[in-house]
């Protein structure tokens, strides 16, 4: 019986189903999808485009497991849609990883990189994908800014300080608590629309 061979983004037999889906699914040319941005993997075997001018959201993340998956001090990830990347070359040359599992089959959510060079492509989730600026062809000033970080995430996590001036969540960011040097209008707001769902909670009779 054919089956898929997943993990390195191969098949035996027909079209693998997950090619057929976004993020990997090639967009034809009536899509009328709009590259904006280049990208590749260190080796250049995987390319995308991006149709989406500037991400939903762009943040560093302090984790351990983005410490330990990246061999950096912290990550720098973009949102985006599925519907928003094109690969344009490397459907082959992908292979799954499943942290939580810690398998190589593909699993939602997971990290998936080029099986070549084994550069991190991006994290999929069940409904977005994070990418990584750094992969991406960034030409101007213009595009830079678009793609410039908007706050850390788990921060208390991190191994060196960056006193940027951004917002600094302790964990998951808009959930978690704003600490060390984040801007004091960002606190207050923060800790006004805490206060007014902790009013709305009483109100309705939840418990704290």
Same mark, same amino acid.
């Given at each position: 019986?054919? %089956?898929?061979?997943?993990?390195?983004?191969?098949?035996? @037999?027909?079209?693998?189903?997950?090619?057929?889906? =976004? *993020?990997?699914?090639?967009?034809?040319?009536?899509?009328?999808?709009?590259?904006? /941005?280049?990208?590749?993997?260190? +080796?250049?075997?995987?390319?995308?485009?991006?149709? %989406?001018? !500037?991400?939903?959201?762009?943040?560093?993340?302090?984790?351990?497991?983005?410490?330990?998956?990246?061999? =950096? *001090?912290?990550?720098?990830?973009?949102? #985006?849609?599925? @519907?928003?990347?094109?690969?344009? $070359?490397?459907?082959? $040359?992908?292979?799954? /990883?499943? *942290?939580? !599992?810690?398998?190589?089959?593909?699993?939602? *959510? +997971?990290?998936?990189?080029?099986? #070549?060079?084994?550069?991190? &492509?991006?994290?999929?989730?069940?409904?977005?994908?994070?990418? #990584?600026?750094?992969?991406?062809?960034?030409?101007?000033? !213009?595009?830079?800014? $678009? #793609?410039?970080?908007?706050?850390?995430?788990?921060?208390?996590?991190?191994?060196?300080?960056?006193?940027?001036?951004?917002?600094?969540?302790?964990? &998951?960011?808009?959930?978690?608590?704003?600490?060390?040097?984040?801007?004091?209008?960002?606190?207050?707001?923060?800790?006004?629309?805490?206060?007014?769902?902790?009013?709305?909670?009483?109100?309705?009779?939840?418990? @704290?």
């Amino acid at each position: 019986m054919a %089956r898929n061979n997943q993990d390195r983004g191969e098949e035996t @037999e027909g079209l693998s189903e997950w090619k057929q889906r =976004a *993020p990997y699914r090639v967009h034809e040319s009536n899509d009328k999808f709009k590259a904006l /941005y280049e990208a590749n993997c260190h +080796c250049g075997k995987v390319k995308y485009q991006l149709s %989406r001018k !500037e991400p939903l959201d762009s943040k560093l993340c302090h984790c351990t497991t983005c410490q330990t998956q990246h061999a =950096a *001090p912290f990550q720098w990830a973009a949102i #985006f849609h599925k @519907e928003d990347i094109n690969f344009s $070359n490397g459907h082959h $040359n992908l292979e799954w /990883y499943d *942290p939580t !599992e810690k398998s190589v089959e593909h699993k939602l *959510p +997971c990290k998936v990189r080029c099986s #070549f060079c084994h550069s991190p &492509i991006m994290d999929e989730g069940r409904n977005m994908i994070l990418l #990584f600026p750094s992969l991406i062809h960034l030409k101007d000033d !213009e595009a830079k800014a $678009n #793609f410039k970080p908007r706050c850390h995430m788990f921060y208390g996590q991190r191994v060196m300080d960056i006193p940027d001036g951004l917002p600094k969540w302790s964990g &998951i960011n808009n959930e978690s608590d704003l600490i060390e040097d984040s801007p004091p209008d960002v606190v207050r707001e923060f800790e006004r629309k805490r206060e007014e769902e902790r009013k709305k909670r009483f109100e309705k009779g939840e418990n @704290e």
